[in-house]
């Protein structure tokens, strides 16, 4: 089955920086998209970063210039860069994939950014 689990959350200081992972497992990785979403408390899941299987990305306004997502196929991993991170970036930040149709995701991982 898809599984998908993300690592790499903790506490960071405004103006750092910290790298997510998420590796995936059931599916055939390297053909899929594989996205970012992060969900803050009282607020709705948003997306932060789509890579597809060819190497495409997206992300959303509010980070770009400052987060970079990639992917390694052959680990089967998914890579959340975050640079010059703010306050407003806390967040419990999910990865997602599609696959068959059906939209898959992780327990999450929760990133805080405090002094």
């Known amino acids: 089955q898809v599984q998908l689990v993300e690592s790499g959350g903790g506490l960071v200081q405004p103006g750092g920086s910290l790298r997510l992972s998420c590796a995936a497992s059931?599916?055939?990785?390297?053909?899929?998209?594989m996205s970012w979403y992060r969900q803050s408390p009282g607020k709705e899941r948003e997306l932060v970063a789509t890579?597809?299987?060819?190497?495409?990305?997206y992300y959303a306004d509010s980070v770009k210039g400052r987060f970079t997502i990639s992917r390694t196929n052959v680990k089967n991993t998914v890579y959340l860069q975050m640079n010059s991170m703010k306050h407003e970036d806390t967040a419990v930040y999910f990865c997602?994939?599609?696959?068959?149709?059906?939209?898959?995701w992780g327990k999450g991982t929760l990133v805080t950014v405090a002094s």
């Open positions: 059931g599916f055939t990785f390297r053909t899929y998209a």
């Open positions: 890579i597809s299987s060819g190497g495409n990305t």
């Open positions: 997602n994939a599609t696959v068959g149709g059906m939209g898959y």
